[in-house]
Every structure is written in structure tokens, then in C-alpha cells.
Nanobody, 127 residues
Framework: QVQLVESGGGLVQAGGSLRLSCAFS????????MGWFRQAQGKEREFVAV????????QYADSAKGRFTISRDNAKNTVYLQMNSLKPEDTAIYYC????????????????????WGQGTQVTVSS
């Protein structure tokens, strides 16, 4: 059973940076595609970024392109989300997720493609 534990959230001023981490356990990490989603208060969970098994492919939501970077360390069973130039609209709970499959395109509402989820970590960006 896959278990995911996020960390690294917090309060940051606009323009600042945060790095989220997600520790994976319970199965073979290198066999899973890893992703990040976020959910702002009163809104649906939305796709942020995904990385393939061997780090060869990544995809980002338009809102994350150029500011966020997803990476993974298969030796440490950990996936990261480096977030730079943060904006107040980035405020949300950020969730780590895993799936054995990689798809050519991830829409905003692609949470159904993932079967395992962490408990989330709060990111708050003040203006």
C-alpha cells in the first residue's frame, strides 16, 4: 500500500520560494509516476505538475510553468516541488500523488488518474 507524506509547506511572502517534499513508501518508487495537485479553499483540486518514472518527462499546469519545478530522487524515494516567485493565488493545500501510469496530457481536473494521495501541506502566500 502506497503511503505519501508531504512536508515543506508554510507561510511566505509574495515573490518568495518554498520547496515541498513528498516521502513515498510501501511500494517501488521508481515504478510510479509522481504528481502534485493543489486545492484552494472553496475550489476543486487542480493539477500542478507531474514527473515520469525516470524523470525523463514532466508536465506543468499553465499557472506553474516557469515558476515551479518538479523533481524526484529515486534513491531517496522522494519527489519535490520547487516553487519560486510565489503569488497569493498559489495559496492552497498541496497534495502529493502517485500513479503507475503516465499520460500524454494532464488537464486541470485530472485527479481521477491518480490512486494514491498524501494528506496535504498548506501553502499560504501573503501579499
Amino acid at each position: 500500500q502506497v503511503q505519501l507524506v508531504e512536508s515543506g509547506g508554510g507561510l511566505v511572502q509574495a515573490g518568495g520560494s518554498l520547496r515541498l517534499s513528498c516521502a513515498f513508501s510501501g511500494s517501488s518508487f521508481s515504478s510510479y509516476v509522481m504528481g502534485w495537485f493543489r486545492q484552494a479553499q472553496g475550489k476543486e483540486r487542480e493539477f500542478v505538475a507531474v514527473i515520469s518514472w525516470s524523470r525523463s518527462s514532466t508536465q506543468y499546469a499553465d499557472s506553474a510553468k516557469g515558476r515551479f519545478t518538479i523533481s524526484r530522487d529515486n534513491a531517496k524515494n522522494t519527489v519535490y516541488l520547487q516553487m519560486n516567485s510565489l503569488k497569493p493565488e498559489d495559496t492552497a493545500i498541496y497534495y502529493c500523488t502517485a500513479s503507475p501510469s503516465y499520460y500524454a496530457d494532464y488537464s486541470t481536473n485530472s485527479s481521477g488518474l491518480f490512486g494514491s494521495w498524501g494528506q496535504g501541506t498548506q501553502v499560504t502566500v501573503s501579499s
